[in-house]
């Protein structure tokens, strides 16, 4: 698919959008008055303000970029001089160190989605600081479905093919037909087909080459409405009283996956402390079936097509003895959530690692798997 050259996109409905589950998502600093888009900002924020962990020192330098043009016009000078690059979406998948980062904080702020007739009409693009759970309700309301199961998911549509954001049987690789980046080694825009975006398990050719691409836009194919793609995830199934592989509006799935997140606390919510997080810190292990056949019976696992097995994190971390709301200080585990480590409201990010550290070692004398954590960590590593 050839996405529109340049132009931000037009905010197709924005004003009658519903509010989405997103909406409090973002920080909210940058929306505040006196902050203009694509001038440096001369006195940077501390990335505690603008990550839904609320941790992380000061950025040297600071920039919101609200048109494709300033944000690769930051970028550009920044490799220019030689100055690292941090880019934020929704911060809701950074640890960033308490020393903060000795570089260029861009954060992503061009917003716009549209249609895009392609055939039979159902494609849409969006820009990459358009909130991910915005678009999700925009594609519902424009007979789109497909992405109704990730409903909810904090952050940008610019990071959703970062790490291929998914949830309750579905990942952004499923309704993701192109990206279009600006590859910072070539100097130039560039569009990536589906296939040739490296996605996996909570992955891609952009996570796995960090510091080369900026995504810009985000072209995606649906099915046409009402029903959802088939459900995919036994809780989700059990929730809506149907089998997997059903399908049922996809409406009535964007509200199941909402309420069971909520009563999970991952949905962002500024008034509790559970969902300030990454979300799942761990990503669940893929094993060489010799390796998950060693685990006990109950563990729930998954068998995938390459012959490897992928084992639930939480069964080995709440059985390695770790259960919900573990720790004594301002970082422990979410109290409904094993997988979320939280901050409680003082947390600096060498809490949060040395939480995370316990737990992986706890995981690793229990069951000889290592864990290893899903958000990205900028400046700083889980201690040996
Ligand atoms: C309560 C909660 C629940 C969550 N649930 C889920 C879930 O169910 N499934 C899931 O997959 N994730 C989940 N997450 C994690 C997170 O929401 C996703 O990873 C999301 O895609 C991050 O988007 P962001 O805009 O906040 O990215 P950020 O945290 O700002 O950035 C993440 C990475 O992407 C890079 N990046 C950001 N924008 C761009 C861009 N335009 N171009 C290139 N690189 C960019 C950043 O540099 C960084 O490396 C959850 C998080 C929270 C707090």
Request: hydrophobic share 40%; glycine share 12%; net charge neutral.
């Amino acid at each position: 698919m050839t996405l529109p050259p340049g132009a931000p996109l037009a905010a197709d409905g924005r004003s009658q959008r519903p509010p989405s589950a997103s909406d409090s998502s973002r920080p909210a600093f940058p929306d505040q008055p006196g902050f203009q888009g694509g001038s440096e900002i001369s006195d940077p924020p501390l990335l505690s303000a603008l990550t839904t962990f609320r941790v992380g020192g000061p950025a040297r330098r600071f920039v919101i970029a609200r048109t494709e043009a300033d944000l690769i016009a930051a970028v550009r000078a920044a490799d220019a001089r030689g100055e690292p690059v941090l880019l934020v979406g929704g911060g809701s998948n950074l640890l960033v160190a308490d020393d903060g980062f000795p570089g260029l904080v861009v954060l992503v702020a061009l917003r716009g989605f549209a249609a895009q007739p392609d055939g039979d009409g159902l494609g849409a693009v969006a820009s990459a600081g358009e909130p991910w759970d915005d678009f999700v309700v925009w594609t519902l309301a424009h007979g789109r479905t497909g992405a109704e199961a990730l409903s909810g998911i904090p952050g940008t549509v610019g990071a959703a093919p970062v790490q291929n954001i998914g949830a309750y049987g579905a990942e952004a690789a499923d309704v993701i037909a192109s990206v279009r980046v600006f590859d910072r080694q070539r100097d130039e825009v560039r569009t990536f087909t589906a296939a040739d975006c490296g996605f996996g398990y909570r992955t891609s050719l952009f996570k796995q080459t960090p510091d080369r691409y900026v995504v810009l836009s985000v072209g995606c194919r649906f099915q046409p409405g009402p029903l959802s793609a088939p459900i995919a995830y036994s809780e989700l199934a059990h929730y809506l009283g149907v089998e997997a592989g059903q399908q049922v509006r996809a409406t009535f799935v964007r509200s199941a996956v909402l309420t069971i997140r909520g009563t999970k606390g991952m949905l962002p919510d500024p008034g509790d402390p559970d969902t300030w997080s990454a979300g799942s810190f761990f990503k669940n292990p893929v094993l060489p079936s010799a390796q998950a056949v060693r685990l006990p019976a109950a563990a729930p696992r998954w068998a995938q097509s390459d012959g490897t097995v992928k084992v639930s994190a939480a069964w080995l971390i709440e059985q390695a003895g770790f259960s919900k709301g573990y720790g004594a200080g301002p970082a422990r585990l979410s109290s409904r959530h094993v997988l979320a480590l939280t901050n409680r409201g003082t947390a600096t990010a060498a809490d949060l690692l040395a939480l995370a550290a316990a737990v992986r070692d706890g995981v690793r004398s229990a069951y000889g798997v290592t864990l290893e954590p899903e958000p990205v960590l900028v400046g700083c590593r889980l201690p040996d």
